[in-house]
RNA sequence: GGGCUUGUGGCUUAGCCAGGAUAGAGCGCCGGGCUUCUAACCCGGAUGUCGAGGGUUCGAAUCCCUCCAGGCCCGCCA
């Protein structure tokens, strides 16, 4: 390790100067993976060159050897060797180093495009793409009006909204909606217990908060009294009948939590564009009209409830759409909602619990018979609590608003010993962003397929792995580079730690890219955290402040590029990139 | 019972879809490092039958089959 360093600072230096003009090409790195990419397709004549990366033994890397080695019956070995050779003398790859190492091709940049590339990481905005034409329509939350957003709810929302920071990120125009559910069984029960039952709000006591504890008495009253169903029926009826008084109802106690619904997700820095009323979709006609499309399908069944045979795509159940007694079911609304979003965006994304995947597949499936837009839905499996899972009706659940509350107090602990010389607003102000970097990134960085239980001690920590982590490695540059002042921008990376933290900083614009194209918002996640780890090594080993003339401009120059590049992540994940904490 | 899904060191987790270079991290544990650009940090060490068993392949954590365990779903709920 040793011998390495000293064998890099033996190479001549070559420093590029930098100037504001260069760098039109957002992402480098990108074109970099294109064009390789594309060499390979040409030599190889393959359409799959599985092109990807080095890992600690290159920049880029392919296995393709071992494939065309089938074909050519020669070793993998010597055909690496060959196409190496071949795409060493071509002109797009001048600038690349191409070497076989064995049978693996493996692509290394010269250290002035990974410099020219990192200028590109000291701009505002690095990593953002430009705008794109296709229209997307993102929906996440959507959970039901009937008590407050639990830890099991904002895996929703956080991840939905780091998904759509994305989208805008790498250019999409982009419409994010909270579909509301505002006329189910669930607040019909609300609105049974409201009328009911003694339901004054507490003092202090949030309009979601609220509401959840009329359902919980309004429920537990129901099992009582099993008679009182009816009533809850009837309630069902005359809404979807358009019963003015009814509709007033439903829509006070909706709007009552969705008020306290916007506060957690304000403080959970998550922006909906358009709050969409499912009642509406019967309003307005589309909900009857679906239906009346569907029933002149072959696949539809009247036998008093109006449902269809999704046999054919593979669904034993029945879908069903209509009530005997006329009433429509949640699904047909959906279906209207649906085919509402397909006609006015170009790409629908739905954020969904598990629990919704049989009836998501089912939705997908009568989209696409109906020959309609059919959306992607990305499915995050349940955190439940250690005694079992959450239930709104039961009151067994961690509010969303209490987790952030109790993270804001161990975090206002934290930089109360860290900073006492602080002004209580200003260590406030920073446990505040510390707080939602905790909660945000303790649940972006799992991916969604993983059903976890909630820990408090996890929440609670601002270690390695944390937001708070990847902050304060951010706030480690800001101090760096405000003590520095002003200097001119340069770079000659040196060592192996620049160069480390060079080559993870220009992929940047590449991981936003591959977020929204598998959407997967984890991998922002890993990157930033990865990023935050080479910093702090790169900074626990290479003095910047006490160095002279151009390696400290070309370290003050690797310093701004990673803490603009960490400014940019942490405002994709939703996360304050605070200057000091 | 049927369907979907997850199973990776004591705990949490990446990698799996598009199979290849010694399976990456973090917590915890052991040992070091603050007169030094913020120690919410860094360095070193121990810890893995990648749930089990078969199969495909030159090569399997990754693909296929069976089984086991957890989660979710299977309502004229949403």
Request: aromatic letters at 8%; one cysteine or more.
């Given at each position: 390790m040793t011998s390495r360093r000293a064998l890099f600072s033996l190479l001549p230096l070559g420093g590029l100067r930098l100037s504001s003009d260069t760098g039109r090409d957002s992402d480098m790195f990108c074109m970099l993976f294109q064009s390789i990419e594309h060499a390979l397709?040409?030599?190889?004549?393959?359409?799959?060159?599985?092109?990807?990366?080095?890992?600690?033994?290159?920049?880029?890397?392919?296995?393709?050897?071992?494939?065309?080695?089938?074909i050519k019956r020669a070793p993998p070995a010597k055909i690496a060797q060959e196409l190496a050779a071949t795409l060493a003398a071509r002109d797009d790859l001048k600038e690349i180093r191409v070497e076989a190492?064995?049978?693996?091709?493996?692509?290394?940049?010269?250290?002035?495009?990974?410099?020219?590339?990192?200028?590109q990481a000291t701009m505002p905005g690095y990593g953002s793409h430009p705008p794109r034409e296709e229209r997307v329509v993102l929906e996440h939350t959507s959970a039901n009006p009937n008590g407050?957003?639990?830890?099991?709810?904002?895996?929703?929302?956080?991840?939905?909204d780091t998904l759509g920071r994305c989208f805008r990120k790498a250019g999409y125009p982009l419409e994010v909606q909270y579909y509301v559910n505002d006329m189910g069984r669930q607040i019909a029960i609300v609105v049974w217990g409201f009328s009911t039952l003694e339901n004054t709000r507490l003092p202090g006591e949030k309009g979601d908060h609220h509401v959840a504890r009329i359902y919980i008495a309004a429920n537990r009253e129901l099992e009582a009294n099993p008679g009182c169903v009816a009533d809850v029926d009837h309630l069902m009826q005359l809404v979807e009948r358009g019963d003015?008084?009814?509709?007033?109802?439903?829509?006070?106690?909706?709007?009552?939590?969705?008020?306290?619904?916007?506060?957690?997700?304000?403080?959970?820095?998550?922006?909906?564009?358009?709050?969409?009323?499912?009642?509406?979709?019967?309003?307005?006609?589309?909900?009857?009209?679906?239906?009346?499309?569907?029933?002149?399908?072959?696949?539809?069944?009247?036998?008093?409830?109006?449902?269809?045979?999704?046999?054919?795509?593979?669904?034993?159940?029945?879908?069903?759409?209509?009530?005997?007694?006329?009433?429509?079911?949640?699904?047909?609304?959906?279906?209207?909602?649906?085919?509402?979003?397909?006609?006015?965006?170009?790409?629908?994304?739905?954020?969904?619990?598990?629990?919704h995947k049989l009836i998501g597949a089912q939705l997908i499936a009568t989209m696409r018979i109906l020959g309609e837009k059919a959306p992607e839905i990305i499915h995050f499996e349940f955190v439940s609590l250690p005694e079992g899972s959450m239930s709104t009706r039961a009151g067994k659940f961690v509010s969303a608003d209490e987790l952030l509350d109790e993270?804001?107090?161990?975090?206002?602990?934290?930089?109360?010993?860290?900073?006492?010389?602080?002004?209580?607003?200003?260590?406030?102000?920073?446990?505040?962003?510390?707080?939602?970097?905790?909660?945000?990134?303790?649940?972006?960085?799992?991916?969604?397929?993983?059903?976890?239980?909630?820990?408090?001690?996890?929440a609670l920590d601002f270690e390695r792995q944390s937001g708070p982590y990847i902050q304060y490695a951010h706030a480690r540059a800001c101090s760096i580079l405000d003590k520095a002042g002003e200097f001119e921008e340069y770079l000659a990376l040196e060592n192996e730690h620049e160069m480390a933290l060079a080559r993870h900083i220009i992929r940047f614009p590449m991981v936003i890219e591959n977020v929204v194209t598998e959407l997967k918002p984890h991998l922002l996640a890993g990157y930033a955290r990865e990023l935050a780890d080479l910093f702090n090594a790169f900074y626990h080993f290479e003095p910047v402040l006490k160095t002279e003339g151009l390696v400290r401009r070309s370290r003050l120059t690797l310093v701004k590029a990673t803490q603009n590049t960490l400014s940019e992540a942490l405002a994709t994940l939703g996360i304050d990139a605070l200057r000091t904490m």
């Open positions: 397709r040409e030599v190889t004549g393959l359409d799959e060159v599985l092109l990807g990366e080095g890992g600690e033994h290159a920049d880029l890397s392919s296995t393709v050897a071992f494939n065309l080695a089938k190492l064995g049978p693996y091709l493996n692509f290394h940049f010269s250290r002035a495009m990974v410099e020219r590339a990192l200028q407050p957003l639990h830890v099991g709810h904002i895996r929703n929302t956080i991840l939905g003015p008084a009814t509709v007033r109802l439903f829509r006070d106690a909706v709007t009552e939590c969705l008020d306290g619904f916007k506060v957690t997700l304000a403080r959970l820095g998550a922006r909906h564009d358009r709050f969409v009323w499912e009642s509406d979709f019967i309003r307005n006609g589309d909900t009857e009209r679906v239906l009346g499309k569907i029933s002149h399908m072959p696949e539809c069944r009247d036998d008093g409830k109006l449902w269809l045979d999704l046999s054919s795509a593979g669904f034993e159940k029945e879908y069903v759409l209509r009530r005997s007694d006329g009433t429509s079911v949640y699904a047909a609304r959906d279906l209207a909602y649906h085919t509402w979003k397909g006609r006015n965006y170009d790409r629908v994304i739905d954020v969904l619990g598990a629990d993270v804001t107090r161990r975090a206002l602990e934290e930089v109360t010993i860290r900073r006492p010389e602080l002004p209580e607003p200003e260590r406030q102000e920073i446990a505040r962003s510390v707080a939602l970097g905790a909660v945000r990134y303790d649940i972006v960085r799992i991916s969604p397929e993983k059903s976890t239980v909630f820990d408090w001690k996890e």
